[in-house]
């Protein structure tokens, strides 16, 4: 028949397995964009107990991308109501093609359980490509409040091509 | 008890009072002039048998009439005086003799009548008659007679049989006034009897005559702008006892004028033929068209210098529809079962393929509402998988991931399950309605069927351009 349904297979970048979190994924794991647009990718920490701190180190072919701008997720946001702050920064290699992000509360004794939006990073796409991957490398860390590593059982990664 | 007892032996007396207040006639034999004798006793005979059935007299016995002649010497056709009439009259105690000749000459008859008063001896009544056509006519003539000789109206069914008595395989009609649609009454009673000299001059028909008509008209209580349904036209059409009518109408819209006329039996009320015509000329080719339409309606082809009085347009011209399978099958491709009914009506409202329609337009209805309903389902639960995939794709909280991905497959489930069923449903359909434009096909109507000027194009004469054009026709019924 002509009529075709919706296709629904797309997954939820946050939707893994529990014996496979906690983890760090981009969503979405995939864009199109033309050359010299912008292509935007949030990074999500899924499934983390008791997180005070991440630092998710994300490498990216620099000679086809370039970081354009990064901007801080809302995962600590809501503690600042309760009157606590939380700290947000970034380091872009051009070079290397490695993006560090580093997100944390500031002080001790403050922690968050679930799943969160650490950091919206804008590349650019530099020149004509079919695809290019973005990797959640091993050197992230997840930390709780008493700086002691959360292993990440999910390191996500995503692609982008261009047309 | 007793009062039925009384009533029952009171009503012979009652008869016979009756039967003695109506005068009492004797019939001579008439005299034959040129023709044989044994003839004018059987028309005489006919006459005698009729005047009982008039009520106005009381016929007396041929054998007491006979038994008095012998007494007398006389023989029947030798009494043929008014003297001796009534003085025969007098011994069979009769109160009227009837006596009279027939003769022939070349082929005409002749018949003549009198009555005559045995009391005074003068003749009450005579009647003569000349009568061109053959001996078989003669009779209803002697019937008619037997009813004018007493001074009584002749029935009507009597008359009509007079009219149709040169015989053939005539149907006898009586046309209505044509109803006058944008022309006067009196315009539509003169189209209507230049259609009714035509019918009539046909030979085809034995026609009513218009005042005869009328006058069961008016018996009825009609006046002959009232009497326009076919209902009204079927009674008027019993009284009068033809086997058909003919009624139809006359229009004007602008310059164009349409005439529509339907002959249909009486019997049964079934249209035995329907004829239209869309004019468009000067008056006095209307006036042609409806001879030529009296001429088709009579099933004859019309008189070749009629047509060749032809003026104006025939713009249209309802024939009856050639009925071919092809034609029934495009009608069953169009609508389930059409094609079954356009056989059944060109079989005379057969059955089986009536029910055969109904069949197949109602299986074909019910699976296209079902598949309707199938169609509605997987559209509302695709509508659903769009909708919980999107929320799905958005939402962050593995609870509600959970949920909504559950929601999202199982409407997605129920699409690809409604679309699968609306799959087999639609090949089903298919397939009955491909059976059912095949089936029009084999069973349409056959050749014999098809009218026989089953012509799609053919070649005309227009008047008005001085020159023939192509003509392409279809049939949409």
């Known amino acids: 028949m002509a009529c075709d349904l919706y296709d629904n297979s797309e997954l939820n970048p946050r939707d893994i397995d529990s014996n496979l979190t906690p983890g760090l994924v981009f969503d979405p794991v995939s864009r199109t964009a033309p050359v010299g647009a912008a292509a935007e990718f949030e990074v999500y920490v899924v499934a983390a107990e008791n997180l005070s701190g991440v630092h998710a180190q994300v490498s990216y072919d620099p000679n086809r991308l370039s970081v354009t701008n990064v901007t801080s997720g809302d995962f600590f946001v809501d503690s600042v109501q309760t009157g606590q702050s939380s700290f947000f920064i970034y380091d872009d290699d051009p070079v290397a093609g490695v993006l560090d992000i580093n997100y944390f509360y500031m002080g001790n004794e403050i922690n968050k359980t679930g799943t969160g939006k650490i950091a919206t990073i804008l590349f650019n796409t530099k020149q004509s490509f079919a695809e290019t991957l973005l990797e959640i490398t091993d050197a992230s860390e997840l930390v709780d409040e008493d700086d002691v590593d959360i292993e990440i059982l999910t390191k996500g990664t995503a692609t982008v091509k261009t047309n | 008890?007793?009062?039925?007892?009384?009533?029952?032996?009171?009503?012979?007396?009652?008869?016979?009072?009756?039967?003695?207040?109506?005068?009492?006639?004797?019939?001579?034999?008439?005299?034959?002039?040129?023709?044989?004798?044994?003839?004018?006793?059987?028309?005489?005979?006919?006459?005698?048998?009729?005047?009982?059935?008039?009520?106005?007299?009381?016929?007396?016995?041929?054998?007491?009439?006979?038994?008095?002649?012998?007494?007398?010497?006389?023989?029947?056709?030798?009494?043929?005086?008014?003297?001796?009439?009534?003085?025969?009259?007098?011994?069979?105690?009769?109160?009227?003799?009837?006596?009279?000749?027939?003769?022939?000459?070349?082929?005409?008859?002749?018949?003549?009548?009198?009555?005559?008063?045995?009391?005074?001896?003068?003749?009450?009544?005579?009647?003569?008659?000349?009568?061109?056509?053959?001996?078989?006519?003669?009779?209803?003539?002697?019937?008619?007679?037997?009813?004018?000789?007493?001074?009584?109206?002749?029935?009507?069914?009597?008359?009509?049989?007079?009219?149709?008595?040169?015989?053939?395989?005539?149907?006898?009609?009586?046309?209505?006034?044509?109803?006058?649609?944008?022309?006067?009454?009196?315009?539509a009673q003169t189209l209507t009897d230049r259609f009714a000299t035509e019918v009539d001059a046909t030979g085809r028909a034995v026609l009513v005559d218009r005042r005869q008509m009328m006058e069961v008209m008016e018996e009825q209580g009609y006046d002959d702008a009232g009497c326009t349904s076919e209902e009204c036209a079927a009674e008027v059409g019993a009284l009068l006892g033809v086997g058909f009518m003919i009624n139809g109408a006359i229009g004007k819209l602008g310059d164009t004028y349409t005439i529509d006329a339907k002959m249909f039996e009486v019997a049964t009320g079934a249209a035995a033929k329907t004829k239209n015509a869309t004019y468009n000329g000067p008056v006095d080719g209307l006036i042609t068209e409806i001879e030529i339409l009296a001429w088709e309606m009579m099933g004859v082809k019309p008189p070749r210098n009629l047509l060749q009085k032809r003026k104006g347009t025939i713009t249209q011209e309802a024939a009856p529809a050639p009925k071919t399978p092809l034609a029934a099958a495009v009608r069953s491709a169009l609508i389930p079962g059409w094609g079954q009914l356009y056989t059944s009506n060109a079989l005379d409202n057969e059955p089986l393929s009536r029910k055969k329609a109904t069949y197949f337009f109602g299986a074909e209805m019910g699976a296209g509402a079902v598949a309707y309903l199938l169609y509605s389902s997987m559209k509302a639960s695709d509508d659903d998988t769009q909708k919980f995939h999107t929320q799905y794709l958005r939402a962050t909280e593995a609870e509600t991931i959970r949920s909504l991905k559950k929601k999202s497959d199982d409407a997605s489930n129920s699409a690809t399950s409604s679309k699968n069923q609306l799959t087999i449903l639609l090949y089903l359909l298919g397939a009955a309605h491909a059976y059912n434009i095949v089936d029009a096909y084999m069973n349409g109507p056959n050749d014999a069927m098809a009218h026989k000027n089953n012509k799609k194009i053919d070649l005309v004469y227009n008047p008005e351009l001085n020159q023939p054009q192509l003509r392409f026709t279809f049939a949409f019924d």
């Open chain 2, 1 to 187: 008890m007793l009062k039925a007892k009384y009533l029952r032996s009171f009503l012979p007396l009652a008869f016979t009072a009756i039967a003695f207040s109506q005068p009492s006639v004797a019939v001579l034999d008439f005299a034959a002039n040129g023709l044989p004798a044994y003839e004018v006793e059987t028309l005489v005979e006919r006459l005698r048998s009729e005047l009982p059935n008039t009520g106005a007299v009381r016929l007396v016995d041929r054998k007491m009439l006979d038994n008095i002649l012998k007494e007398q010497g006389l023989q029947q056709s030798g009494c043929t005086t008014a003297e001796c009439s009534a003085e025969i009259g007098e011994l069979l105690g009769a109160q009227f003799m009837i006596s009279g000749s027939i003769g022939k000459l070349g082929d005409s008859f002749t018949v003549d009548m009198k009555m005559v008063s045995v009391t005074t001896g003068a003749a009450e009544s005579a009647k003569s008659l000349t009568f061109e056509g053959t001996t078989g006519g003669l009779l209803v003539e002697m019937q008619i007679l037997a009813w004018e000789i007493v001074d009584l109206k002749p029935p009507q069914a009597l008359m009509l049989k007079r009219t149709g008595a040169d015989g053939g395989e005539k149907i006898t009609v009586a046309i209505m006034d044509f109803d006058p649609r944008g022309i006067s009454q009196l315009e």
